[in-house]
């Protein structure tokens, strides 16, 4: 069983830039969220992706997008890049919405993100 | 707003004795909770859960404790272990298999041989 995957591990960019994050699903799973770790916290939930559509999102501005791809796998997107967007990025993946049984979200090792 | 909190940033405990690390919340719209561990350079990991109907889930070592009226669950881990030093994360969310989590800020476990 694959696990969820995470590109690049780490990424340098400047105030201003845009930035695309990549998130590979495990397998069997159809639904992806995203979350952002700034240092010393914990993950704060940006968004939800079910069957290529954002099912849910977090209190962050719109600069902050992303994509489901038929495959599963996900983008997060940040334009006008500022430097608080500094933090670790983690994707999650389950197999479902709701249920009894459904597991609970399985994290990639996440993408660190410096903004300078 | 901090609606799930870790009030111990630190936590350092001797191999073989009891770890209990604590969390409260404030929403009482939460019907699901979840402890995660991380380790340095890795994502979250996901240890043991306890849906509200519950006041207690064991899973070999570790066992949630859940107490609705207070808002506040534990995780104990016994007897600690050195590879059981990580950080672990509190998460709490309105229905099981919710993809919107709502974290604690960590409490970092350390076990001392």
């Known amino acids: 069983e694959t696990g969820v995957t995470q590109s690049p591990t780490h990424l340098i960019k400047t105030r201003g830039q845009q930035v695309t994050l990549r998130c590979s699903s495990q397998?069997?799973?159809?639904?992806v969220s995203w979350y952002q770790q700034a240092l010393g916290q914990g993950p704060q939930f940006i968004f939800q992706?079910?069957?290529?559509?954002?099912?849910g999102r977090g209190n962050f501005p719109p600069r902050f997008s992303g994509l489901q791809f038929p495959n599963y796998s996900s983008e997060l997107n940040v334009n006008a890049l500022e430097l608080d967007d500094s933090a670790l990025y983690l994707c999650a993946s389950s197999s479902g919405l709701s249920g009894a049984g459904v597991s609970p979200l399985h994290f990639g090792n996440g993408t660190r993100l410096t903004v300078t | 707003d901090q609606q799930v909190k870790q009030n111990s940033p630190s936590l350092s405990v001797q191999e073989g004795r009891i770890s209990i690390l604590n969390c409260d919340y404030t929403?009482?719209?939460?019907?699901?909770f979840l402890w995660y561990k991380k380790y340095p350079a890795e994502g979250p990991t996901f240890l043991i859960s306890i849906s509200s109907i519950k006041d207690k889930n064991e899973d070999g070592r570790f066992t949630v404790f859940l107490n609705k009226s207070a808002k506040h669950l534990s995780l104990h881990i016994v007897p600690s272990q050195p590879g059981d030093s990580a950080v672990y994360f509190c998460a709490a969310s309105a229905k099981q298999g919710a993809q919107k989590l709502v974290f604690g800020q960590g409490t970092r476990l350390t076990i001392n041989p």
């Open positions: 929403n009482s719209m939460f019907d699901y």
């Open positions: 992706y079910y069957r290529e559509e954002e099912n």
């Open positions: 397998s069997g799973h159809n639904t």
